[in-house]
């Protein structure tokens, strides 16, 4: 699939040019294509669409655009639209959109390091997709602001392509494309400027000359301006004829005073702030009278220091009036920031002020600080900032300077009112970590340890200051192995024993600027009480990071007055917002936090908080489960946590998805060992989630609450914990390991006298000797299952026997049987309202309708049920129906649409491991690909189905890759191979008494 927005907006499938509908249909598209990837909700949808007048329907039509579209997307492939709990999701590889393509493209040839001909080449590449106008006949306010945005990138990408076709001597290829682009903006100076130098390197100086007197004339009589520095300097080299244009414009030495300090050796990384800053300088140009603002914000340690001054360096000759540096002292040991009046004497001098003529009012000495600089152009450069306060006095007021700040806060005042431009800098990639070391160390030391290194910057959270500390621990030391360093480091003992150091203690050089504690507690204390308390017990929570219920559930403070707390450690830059609404901070200030909790916070405090997080997570999860399995829901535990609200299953479903990581951390966590009942409650509570693709988590969570349930002596949670482990290897196609666990479980649920628990076992019994090929087993469980629901009153599980015996009675060709069980178990489903089972049976009565050649009916049963596992997001089911429509849209001749089915079921069956669908999707895919003639591709996806199937002791899949493979060395003349694969085939069918016996066997007999 091809989705097109830099021209018409359109969809090329595989059969060409799909209808996308009219214009704002059209329009609702590609807002969702521009934001590919990601969520776009509703009443952003709306307002791109119609803008501040939408019509009084204005949902109810979206969402009639929407369900078209999704249909469309269906058809071209490739993508679909997706529904979530916050909006709306164009989800496919972004690379199928043009428009990111061309972003790609472009971000690829701006890399320095490729050659100028791979640059030149990608930069044709990015041109050439585009069409005409973007987004062309859409009319919305939207759409014309996005026009404008992507008319600057184009121009932007034509004119770096000129300039590296001019660097190679290939002006003539530039030429059209640059004079249309001028054409289409005539007040475009940096395109009249390329243009000149283009014309000026063919020969063609005349035309060069005429082209400024062109603009020149136009500026001047339609604007009432002159031609800007640049195209003026152009004029000059021309009519000087003494420079090539492809050389770089010279400039002047810096004059004024040099008081930068020392760029940091090694300097590595940080490509998007040092763009960001550049941008700042590219924004100036646009408005000669501002001064621009940047302001580089940044946790404690980040580095916000060295990239300021690196840059400053970089840019120093841009500012012949001088490069002036003051630390403002704001978050500093001492505790004593910089007064206005002590800056200004900094200042001052700076800038050659003799000490006797500065005044001493604050007033007057802003006054003769604006008065020196009004002819000069500097750069400022005013460090560790505490707030907007003590910066404002001290900005530059002459065009052409530029002021350049850092702080650990965000001085949020400083971009909405002097409109600051914000360069935040986070942690250093692993990569730029590992070169920092490398640059710190030697390469040949690094790359001799290599796992060592990867330690270090691991428990270093890729800080560059404590990478700094660590190197210089190395370098001190270079007979000792980097191990060494690394093992100190691994300490999770935060404070040290007397095993060794801790991780915090191993960060320090005893000198407060090179000390992890000393520069966080600069911060720290800088807190109100209240969010120095919340701080600490962060460091408390086991997992990545929270929301704000949680956090006020830690805290035992309401939610209202815990958001101000995290807003102010926001601004602190000692947490960060990763994802809206989700807080975290790196593994250092957590130990940090998590060092301060133990001096300051008694330990019944720190138990009592993190008793309340985990109350919280327990809650809610009931909550959430009981929205998405309203039949199997149970009562809620009693907790004083707050509730969240869940508006449908999908919110509840992406609650559970964000939290899950967070759940698992706390029930893994040591402090949890005294609370056995809480960490079965919430695994049990969890288990139909995570049965819905999450097989790693499942194993992790039910092995937790087995262990919590033998250390309580409580043998009915550890029958279910078994049960339930049993499940999560069937699913991950360990079936001996699920029969152990299954067995185990109906002894103890035998002993307990837990009826309901035993019928559910041999339910589960009765799946896994399906899968082992043990039908009569299989046949004698769930019989039994279905007899003991029955007795008991289980109606729930007696429809999901009902199910089973469908599907069993179908694998042995009575196909008007099993229609009529799953029928009866549909009627009971739906009384129930088990909307999960409820399509699941509709999966088993589409397969079956198949069987019967009744292909609209099977179509219908099983994408209605596609429908609902995706809503309720349980992925085993739509991995299996995905592959049951497969089969039944190649049954129909349906055969390219049935290879993708089954591509879509083999993907997301590897992705959520789900080992027995992707051999059934393997085999599946094998066959639709031999219907479309794809022979070498169909016989390896059969030998990888075959494989997998052996590994697993998956009997039936064994058999289907043996058919698969049997027809296609038909096929191709291999009539013995062709043989020995169906006489393989026709002894797992013959054994497992399945009519596709009588089928192989005729196949042999016409060889």
Not at 456 to 470: E, G, K
Not at 716 to 724: G, P, Y
Not at 905 to 927: D, K, Q, T
Request: aromatic share 6%; proline share 5%; with cysteine.
């Amino acid at each position: 699939m091809d989705l097109r927005l830099l021209g018409a907006v359109e969809i090329w499938g595989p059969s060409g040019l799909v209808d996308t509908g009219p214009a704002r249909q059209r329009t609702v598209l590609a807002a969702l294509a521009f934001d590919a990837g990601n969520v776009v909700d509703a009443d952003l949808l709306i307002d791109r669409v119609w803008g501040d007048r939408p019509p009084d329907r204005a949902r109810a039509t979206l969402h009639s655009y929407l369900a078209r579209l999704r249909r469309i997307l269906l058809v071209a492939g490739g993508a679909r639209l997706v529904r979530r709990s916050a909006g709306y999701l164009l989800d496919g590889d972004p690379e199928l959109v043009d428009l990111h393509r061309f972003r790609r493209l472009v971000t690829r040839a701006r890399v320095h390091q490729h050659s100028d001909a791979q640059r030149a080449r990608l930069f044709r590449e990015a041109l050439q997709l585009w069409r005409g106008t973007a987004l062309a006949g859409l009319n919305s306010s939207w759409a014309a602001q996005v026009r404008g945005v992507l008319r600057r990138e184009y121009q932007d990408a034509t004119l770096a392509w000129a300039e590296v076709e001019l660097r190679a001597g290939n002006a003539a290829d530039t030429v059209g494309r640059v004079t249309h682009l001028l054409a289409a903006d005539p007040y475009a100076e940096p395109v009249a400027a390329m243009l000149m130098r283009l014309h000026y390197s063919l020969g063609r100086t005349a035309d060069a000359l005429n082209l400024y007197a062109t603009v020149k004339s136009r500026l001047a009589e339609e604007l009432g301006a002159d031609p800007s520095q640049e195209l003026q300097a152009v004029h000059q080299l021309v009519l000087r004829g003494d420079a090539s244009p492809a050389a770089p414009w010279p400039a002047g030495p810096a004059v004024g005073p040099t008081l930068l300090p020392l760029d940091t050796y090694g300097f590595v990384g940080r490509k998007e702030p040092l763009d960001r800053l550049d941008e700042a300088l590219t924004r100036a140009g646009r408005q000669s009278t501002a001064v621009p603002l940047c302001l580089v914000t940044g946790p404690p340690g980040v580095g916000k220091t060295a990239l300021a001054v690196h840059w400053a360096h970089r840019v120093r000759d841009r500012f012949p009036g001088g490069q002036i540096y003051v630390n403002l002292r704001g978050f500093h040991p001492s505790g004593t920031p910089v007064s206005t009046s002590e800056a200004f004497h900094i200042l001052l001098t700076a800038i050659g002020v003799p000490p006797a003529r500065i005044p001493a009012d604050p007033d007057a000495q802003a006054a003769l600080y604006r008065t020196v600089l009004a002819d000069r152009r500097v750069l400022v450069l005013l460090d560790n900032a505490r707030d907007a306060d003590q910066v404002r006095p001290l900005l530059p007021a002459a065009p052409g300077s530029l002021a350049l700040i850092t702080s650990r806060h965000e001085l949020a005042s400083l971009v909405a009112i002097e409109a600051a431009h914000p360069v935040p800098v986070g942690l250093l990639t692993s990569d730029e970590a590992r070169a920092l070391l490398a640059e710190r160390l030697g390469t040949d030391r690094t790359a001799a340890e290599p796992d060592a290194v990867n330690m270090v910057v691991d428990r270093c959270a890729r800080l560059p200051l404590a990478l700094a500390i660590a190197a210089a621990r190395a370098a001190t030391r270079p007979g000792v192995p980097l191990a060494d360093l690394a093992a100190d480091l691994a300490s999770d003992d935060v404070t040290g024993s007397v095993t060794g150091p801790g991780r915090l203690d191993t960060l320090s050089t005893g000198e407060p600027g090179a000390d992890i504690r000393a520069v966080f507690a600069c911060s720290y204390d800088a807190l109100r009480p209240d969010t120095a308390r919340l701080f600490r017990l962060l460091g408390l929570h086991p997992g990545a990071d929270l929301r704000t219920p949680a956090a006020a559930s830690l805290a035992g403070l309401p939610i209202a007055q815990t958001a101000p707390l995290l807003a102010e450690l926001m601004r602190a830059h000692l947490i960060e917002e990763p994802a809206r609404g989700r807080y975290s901070c790196h593994d250092l200030l957590r130990a940090y936090a998590a060092d301060r909790t133990a001096d300051e916070d008694s330990v019944p405090a720190r138990r009592d908080a993190i008793t309340r997080l985990f109350d919280h997570f327990l809650h809610n999860a009931e909550y959430a489960v009981g929205v998405l399995f309203p039949a199997e829901q149970k009562s809620p535990s009693r907790t004083s946590a707050p509730a969240i609200t869940f508006d449908g299953p999908a919110a509840a479903r992406a609650w559970l998805d964000a939290e899950r990581a967070n759940i698992a951390a706390l029930a893994c966590h040591e402090e949890v060992h005294d609370w056995p009942g809480r960490t079965t409650a919430l695994v049990t509570t969890l288990y139909r989630y995570l049965d819905s693709g999450h097989c790693t988590d499942a194993l992790l969570l039910h092995t937790r609450a087995y262990d919590a349930a033998r250390h309580a002596g409580d043998h009915a949670a550890e029958a279910r914990a078994h049960n339930d482990i049993g499940q999560a290897y069937r699913r991950s196609g360990r079936f001996g390991h699920a029969l152990s666990r299954h067995r185990q479980a109906l002894s103890l649920f035998q002993r307990v006298g837990d009826r309901a628990g035993e019928a559910r076992t041999l339910g589960h019994l009765g799946v896994t000797q399906w899968r082992l090929g043990d039908y009569p087993q299989c046949r004698q469980f769930h019989q039994a299952s279905l007899d003991l629901y029955r007795e008991i009153g289980d109606r729930l599980g007696e429809a999901n026997q009902l199910n089973v015996f469908g599907f069993g009675h179908r694998q042995l060709g009575q196909y008007a049987k099993a229609v009529e069980l799953h029928l009866q178990a549909l009627a009971l489903f739906r009384e129930l309202d088990d909307r999960l089972d409820e399509a699941d049976t509709l999966n088993h009565l589409g397969t079956s309708y198949q069987q019967q050649g009744r292909f609209p009916e099977a179509v219908d049963c099983i994408g209605r049920a596609i429908e609902v596992f995706r809503e309720l997001g349980y992925q085993p089911g739509e991995v299996h129906a995905l592959n049951n429509l497969g089969h039944t849209l190649l049954r129909s001749g349906q055969h390219r649409a049935a290879c993708e089915h089954h591509r879509r079921a083999l993907s997301l069956a590897r992705e959520i491991g789900e080992r027995v669908y992707e051999a059934e999707a393997l085999n599946g895919l094998g066959m639709a690909l031999l219907a479309v003639g794809d022979i070498e591709t169909a016989r390896a996806r059969l030998h990888a189905a075959l494989s997998l199937a052996e590994r697993t002791g998956d009997r039936r899949e064994q058999a289907n890759a043996h058919d698969g493979l049997a027809h296609i060395c038909r096929h191709v003349g291999d009539v013995g191979q062709a043989r020995r694969h169906w006489e393989a085939a026709l002894a797992v069918y013959a054994e497992l008494g399945l009519p596709e016996a009588d089928r192989i066997a005729d196949q042999i007999n016409e060889l």
